[in-house]
């Protein structure tokens, strides 16, 4: 099973950044695509950036241009690094993770969370 760890959310300003990661670790053969998602209060969890073990990327439309997602496969270690942040971009941001297990099934992980506040 893979455990991951999010880090980085916390309280800033609109029209700042903010940088999350989230560490993977556990007994597994491979990670495949890893992504964040987020959960406002009210809202359904969404999906805000996916990217494949080999780099290709997905951004979600709402924050195309401002958000950039990568990885470090090496360290089994997922980013976000968001800027011109808005109120809108509060919410608790999960990372996922598709990975397996010296079989071809594919299992899902989700980090616990981390809690992202733009206010002024």
């Known amino acids: 099973q893979v455990q991951l760890v999010e880090s980085g959310g916390g309280l800033v300003q609109p029209g700042d950044s903010l940088r999350l990661s989230c560490a993977a670790s556990?007994?597994?053969?491979?990670?495949?695509?890893m992504g964040w998602y987020r959960e406002a209060p009210g809202m359904q969890r969404e999906l805000v950036a996916v990217?494949?073990?080999?780099?290709?990327?997905n951004i979600a439309d709402s924050a195309k241009g401002r958000f950039t997602v990568s990885r470090d496969n090496a360290k089994n270690t997922l980013y976000l690094q968001m800027s011109s942040l808005k109120p809108e971009d509060t919410a608790v941001y999960y990372c996922?993770?598709?990975?397996?297990?010296?079989?071809?099934?594919?299992?899902?992980?989700w980090g616990q969370g981390t809690q992202v506040t733009v206010s002024s």
């Open positions: 996922n993770a598709q990975y397996r297990r010296w079989s071809p099934n594919t299992f899902s992980s």
């Open positions: 556990g007994s597994f053969s491979s990670i495949g695509a």
């Open positions: 990217i494949t073990s080999g780099g290709i990327t």
